[in-house]
């Protein structure tokens, strides 16, 4: 029955007055609170450089390149390098795969690259003579030049010595230019000589140099590479038309071998083997054999490589040994063994009763690598201020791993350099992670809100695929779904007005990057 005047039984209505959610401070009541807390992407933890990857990719995402450039060289000098050779360890842990398609991770950081190359102008370098430091490296690896790039940005004067007749190391002569483009490595080399950094070649350094390099210098790098082929310790190895597979590619490279004829035989199974299978068969051989001890789920090369070598023509036999090379002042054969099922690290174990023969005019010894370091600083690392970085340290690494070192190593001597104190420059360096981060799950993350799609061509498209993984994007879903409306969408930054935040945890749910987590509240009298 309506409410009339005439109906004296009825009570007359209540005023309603609407007003803020704001005026009672309720956060009084929360026994949870949300925090904000970068994390660690799945990316970031697989990548050997541990790159901030959804930082420069949130930038590339806004069409902001030099800023995606300026985050990049906190990790990575040569975004262009690596995103030509690496084996994007990276998309295997891309938490997009899991919902659709992994991120094109390397291609985005390869085109940020070129952009760099295409935009770079020389600016704000700082002059010799204010370079209190001199440093020297010696090899001009990938390590040697990420150390290089990092101390001649902090300001310390830097010279490289390269034996070879160009500079690169393994850049330039081990890798393939169908995997590396050889004007790519030429602009990186340019632009670092047009900051400053001299370069030298031809210049060989032995034990007997370093007491002149430490009188000369505050400090010495050896980034000399694993850069010389392990013997393989048969019989018949020291026949004509044996070589070693770095020595091989190196020759290939620098144009001492022009061309490769008859049948070729690769001992090996890395990466570095499969190179030089590609390369022989790209250079002209008849017949490319690559002979491997395990079976091919063991071999230590990449997918990636096996499948290019597969492509090229290469043909794989598996569980096999070569127990001498035979012939006549000249390699004429190989004698061989089947090998039983094994796994890596375990005994070699010969078949009796499987031995064969393969004809061949070239054998090519890729069965491992190893440093001259010892050649170099036989006491090291005993000397003062000299130290050592890349492969001649950790053994056969990637390209990524290698810059990672020489990153470290700038770090490092930076610090004992300048004892601590801070660079002239506004110039950050990204410091190794310590293991204990944390890192972001898939379920932490609302994937919901995206819709789903495929790998684009753009970069700018693809980079705005990437879930930003433990950093927040500033997307606004936590004040979008905030029932109290405890968060201040007005400023841009999102942040928690904890004074009338119930603890609710929706925000939380709802955040698609996982960077939110709920923290019991503390008394004060506790």
């Not at 990637?398 to 004992?416: D, H, K, P, Q």
Request: one cysteine or more; glycine letters at 10%; aromatic letters at 8%.
């Amino acid at each position: 029955m309506l409410y009339s005047n005439e109906n004296k039984n009825f009570p007359p209505p209540i005023s309603v007055e609407t007003v803020s959610t704001r005026v009672n401070k309720t956060g009084l009541w929360r026994f949870l609170t949300p925090v904000r807390k970068e994390k660690i992407s799945p990316c970031r933890s697989h990548c050997p450089l541990e790159s901030g990857i959804p930082r420069w990719m949130n930038k590339v995402k806004e069409g902001n390149w030099e800023e995606a450039w300026q985050i990049m060289r906190e990790y990575n000098p040569f975004p262009a390098i690596i995103g030509y050779v690496c084996y994007q360890f990276c998309v295997e842990k891309c938490s997009r795969a899991l919902y659709d398609e992994p991120i094109a991770i390397g291609e985005v950081e390869k085109e940020i690259g070129l952009w760099r190359h295409k935009n770079y102008e020389h600016k704000n370098s700082i002059p010799e003579r204010e370079k209190s430091k001199k440093v020297v490296i010696v090899g001009s690896g990938p390590a040697g030049l990420s150390c290089a790039f990092y101390l001649n940005m902090l300001g310390v004067s830097v010279t490289i010595l390269e034996k070879l007749p160009v500079a690169g190391g393994l850049l330039a002569t081990g890798i393939p230019e169908y995997r590396l483009p050889r004007d790519i490595l030429k602009k990186e080399l340019e632009i670092l000589k047009a900051e400053g950094i001299v370069i030298k070649t031809d210049y060989e350094v032995g034990k007997d140099d370093l007491p002149n390099l430490q009188d000369n210098f505050d400090a010495v790098l050896l980034a000399v590479g694993a850069q010389e082929s392990k013997p393989l310790r048969i019989k018949g190895e020291d026949l004509s038309g044996v070589t070693g597979g770095v020595e091989f590619l190196r020759d290939l490279h620098l144009g001492k071998l022009k061309e490769v004829e008859g049948r070729v035989i690769v001992i090996g199974g890395g990466n570095a083997a499969v190179d030089a299978a590609c390369a022989a068969k790209r250079n002209g051989a008849e017949e490319v054999t690559l002979l491997y001890r395990r079976g091919e789920e063991e071999m230590p090369a990449h997918p990636h490589e096996i499948k290019a070598a597969v492509e090229a023509g290469v043909n794989f036999i598996f569980q096999t040994v070569v127990e001498e090379i035979i012939g006549e002042s000249k390699v004429q054969k190989v004698r061989a063994g089947k090998t039983a099922l094994s796994c890596r690290g375990e005994e070699i174990n010969v078949l009796a009763g499987t031995e064969f023969y393969l004809d061949c005019n070239l054998i090519i010894a890729a069965a491992g690598q190893e440093s001259k370091l010892s050649e170099v600083a036989p006491s090291f690392p005993g000397e003062p201020l000299i130290f050592a970085a890349g492969d001649a340290v950790s053994g056969p690494s990637t390209v990524a791993g290698a810059i990672f070192s020489g990153r470290e190593a700038a770090l490092n001597l930076f610090s004992m350099l300048e004892h601590g104190k801070e660079s002239n420059e506004s110039f950050q360096i990204a410091s190794p992670l310590n293991g204990k981060e944390e890192i972001v799950s898939f379920e932490s993350l609302n994937s919901t809100l995206y819709s789903r799609q495929k790998r684009f061509d753009q970069p700018q498209e693809e980079a705005g695929r990437c879930f930003n993984c433990g950093l927040c994007s500033k997307c606004g879903v936590c004040w979008i779904f905030c029932p109290d409306l405890s968060v201040d969408g007005l400023s841009g930054d999102f942040e928690f007005l904890l004074d009338y935040c119930k603890g609710c945890g929706i925000c939380v749910t709802e955040c698609p990057t996982g960077v939110l987590t709920m923290e019991e509240v503390v008394s004060d009298e506790a």
